[in-house]
T-cell receptor
Framework: EDKVVQSPLSLVVHEGDTVTLNCSYEVTNFRSLLWYKQEKKAPTFLFMLTSSGIEKKSGRLSSILDKKELFSILNITATQTGDSAVYLCAVSTDSWGKLQFGAGTQVVVTP | EAQVTQNPRYLITVTGKKLTVTCSQNMNHEYMSWYRQDPGLGLRQIYYSMNVEVTDKGDVPEGYKVSRKEKRNFPLILESPSPNQTSLYFC?????????FGPGTRLTVL
């Protein structure tokens, strides 16, 4: 059975801190790994990772994939209150976009 | 504007009363799917469709039906809703892997 596990489940940090979120996976047919951000609405796309060791970066967010150890991390540096959200990791297991999601990590950034 | 729309956004109903949640996308995507989101469980796929008249079960299909008669529309049907179907539902569409999500439908079944 395909499995995607995120950790921690939730965390609270102060503005300016750095946050590291983890996503490990066990799937039978890995195609890519995706990160989404979800505030009080629909998930919005952050990154898609297909190759090991290549960092994807967007502003203060970055992510990297390790296909040998079957995990990915999402880093958020210099956190702001607007980063407060649930961060979802998903693994794609076919070319059409079937996604297996983790339970998410709730991040709360306090002023 | 490229988007996925869902209606209704909020719905409170009673056990056994058939309901349909509509989903429409304007991006000409072939792949569409329905998810439900429950606390601590993340997003779980209910049904998906790879094209018109092609649908298949996801991870939690029991109690749901779908149809795909047109490329842009993918309605979710609950023939006899039960309280355990109270959840937040998302429709999504994609061309390849990146999925675009609708705004969500919060369903409560009493």
């Amino acid at each position: 059975e395909d499995k995607v596990v995120q950790s921690p489940l939730s965390l609270v940090v102060h503005e300016g801190d750095t946050v590291t979120l983890n996503c490990s996976y066990e799937v039978t047919n890995f195609r890519s790994l995706l990160w989404y951000k979800q505030e009080k609405k629909a998930p919005t796309f952050l990154f898609m990772l297909t190759s090991s060791g290549i960092e994807k970066k967007s502003g203060r967010l970055s992510s990297i994939l390790d296909k040998k150890e079957l995990f990915s991390i999402l880093n958020i540096t210099a956190t702001q209150t607007g980063d407060s959200a649930v961060y979802l990791c998903a693994v794609s297991t076919d070319s059409w976009g079937k996604l297996q999601f983790g339970a998410g990590t709730q991040v709360v950034v306090t002023p | 504007e490229a988007q996925v729309t869902q209606n209704p956004r909020y719905l409170i109903t009673v056990t056994g009363k058939k309901l349909t949640v509509t989903c429409s996308q304007n991006m000409n995507h072939e792949y569409m799917s329905w998810y439900r989101q429950d606390p601590g469980l993340g997003l779980r796929q209910i049904y998906y469709s790879m094209n018109v008249e092609v649908t298949d079960k996801g991870d939690v299909p029991e109690g749901y039906k779908v149809s795909r008669k047109e490329k842009r529309n993918f309605p979710l049907i609950l023939e006899s809703p039960s309280p355990n179907q109270t959840s937040l539902y998302f429709c999504a569409s994609s061309f390849r892997t990146e999925q675009f999500f609708g705004p969500g439908t919060r369903l409560t079944v009493l």
